[in-house]
């Protein structure tokens, strides 16, 4: 079965609006990853765009590379079977030639793979020699899911061979494991079955099996908690949480230089409400803007237990980030003091995606009426990537918070402007929900780079 991302998909459907895009516009649809720059195209080419499309097979320019997925069956639709094929071969197999560990370099093998599945014998060859031609170590091999799709269970065997030779140097070395090698393509039990008749005469096969069923057996001796009831798993991991992090260990942390915000927002899930007024009565004497802003990640998903008048304080903060946290903890409250801050602050001329998160007040405090000004403010930017994405995500949170209609232009405003597809696939599932999706977007996300997005317009009626 192949992945779904591994194969070109095919859009028969026409636009419903002109395709016919500026350069510029092009640039931007073709790195957000929207389906706009399939239409345009569709309907007119690769002519003065194709550098721009070649500039993106090189380059992965998905916004949340991790999470959005591989582009490569997207940007291989955009030369496939056009005059400009053999340039765009050529230039992604000479890149994956010096290609490394990154997410370009990857999508550069995919799309080589891509390419000997279509029957490109130089691209399988090129693929062939660059990952058979590589060092086999115990931390990496480049390459595995593109040369695995491209030869199949052949492919994983001899990778598994390979291996099982770091192996056989080195009993205790990291080697990828076989669910990571198989990553649904094959059926699991399958690949492991053929692997171990192979390793009854081959010792390195055998490593690499004898490593894997050692692995299951470790596995197999841990808890099992996938049958778990969830009121007892969320109990569970609790306890096991604030036995861990105890409030003296939360706030010696939040003085510390090192460390993320994320172990602040679990304390905040977990904590008693005597925790929570003790992380208050700490921010009423705290200096530090770092340590405010740790403390105040406490509140992020968690009310406070009163509007107290530090927080108040540190909404003015002069450091952005703990401004943006203290709008965070202020926004669970529903409260005039609270609406009156959100319309202060969107109203102000000086409103930027710098305070992105201020947008949060309206969660708990929206009215009628109050969708034109959020709109207003968001149209006033001129943002892209980073800025154009804390904006997004935190106007998309408003929209899921107050669920109502009225806010489809601010969904709209997301779809067009955040370069993140996740985003984007929040905004459109909203606009559908309220029934306004309009006919454009919904051919645009036919083609779009984001494959659960494309799944989402299959399944509309």
């Not at 400009?84 to 997410?103: H, K, N, V, W």
């Not at 090192?258 to 009423?284: C, H, P, T, V």
């Not at 306004?436 to 977007?441: A, C, G, K, M, Q």
């Amino acid at each position: 079965m192949a992945d779904a991302c591994s194969t070109p998909a095919n859009f028969p459907e026409r636009p419903i609006q002109s395709t016919n895009l500026s350069r510029d516009a092009f640039a931007v649809a073709l790195r957000h990853g929207r389906g706009a720059a399939v239409l345009h195209v569709q309907e007119h080419g690769l002519d003065g765009v194709e550098d721009l499309v070649l500039a993106a097979c090189l380059e992965n320019q998905c916004y949340d590379r991790q999470c959005e997925g591989s582009r490569a069956a997207w940007m291989f639709g955009f030369y496939k079977g056009t005059p400009a094929y053999g340039r765009f071969a050529e230039a992604i197999l000479t890149a994956m030639s010096q290609s490394t560990d990154d997410y370009d370099s990857d999508q550069q093998r995919e799309l080589a793979s891509l390419m000997g599945r279509d029957g490109d014998l130089e691209a399988a060859a090129a693929l062939r020699a660059h990952v058979w031609g590589q060092t086999f170590s115990a931390d990496q091999v480049l390459g595995a899911g593109a040369i695995r799709d491209l030869d199949g269970l052949p492919a994983i065997v001899e990778i598994a061979r390979r291996l099982g030779k770091v192996l056989q140097q080195d009993p205790g070395a990291w080697v990828d494991s076989l669910h990571f090698l198989v990553d649904e393509t094959f059926p699991f039990d399958d690949v492991f079955a053929e692997l171990k008749r192979v390793a009854a005469g081959d010792e390195a096969v055998a490593a690499y099996v004898g490593k894997e069923e050692a692995e299951r057996v470790a596995g197999n001796n841990r808890p099992d908690w996938s049958t778990e009831d969830p009121a007892a798993s969320a109990k569970r991991r609790a306890e096991e949480f604030m036995q861990d992090n105890p409030l003296d260990a939360i706030l010696a942390a939040s003085t510390s230089k090192s460390g993320g915000r994320g172990r602040f927002m679990q304390f905040g899930r977990w904590a008693s409400k005597e925790d929570l007024n003790r992380i208050l009565a700490r921010l009423r004497i705290e200096s530090e803007p770092e340590a405010c802003e740790k403390l105040l990640c406490v509140f992020r998903k968690r009310p406070l237990p009163c509007l107290d008048e530090s927080v108040w304080a540190l909404a003015s903060h002069s450091s952005a980030d703990v401004r943006n946290a203290a709008a965070v903890a202020l926004s669970h409250t529903s409260d005039p003091r609270v609406r009156n801050l959100a319309l202060e602050r969107l109203g102000d001329p000086g409103f930027s995606s710098d305070y992105s998160e201020e947008l949060d007040l309206f969660k708990s405090n929206y009215q009628p009426g109050d969708e034109t000004l959020i709109l207003a403010a968001l149209e006033r930017q001129t943002v892209d990537g980073k800025e154009a994405h804390y904006l997004g995500s935190s106007a998309i949170d408003v929209c899921s918070s107050v669920d109502s209609p009225a806010l489809a232009g601010v969904a709209e405003w997301v779809y067009r402007t955040n370069p993140c597809g996740i985003c984007r696939q929040r905004a459109v599932e909203k606009l559908q929900e309220w029934n306004r999706l309009p006919p454009h977007i919904a051919a645009e996300c036919r083609h779009d780079a984001l494959e659960d997005l494309r799944e989402l317009m299959r399944e509309q009626p």
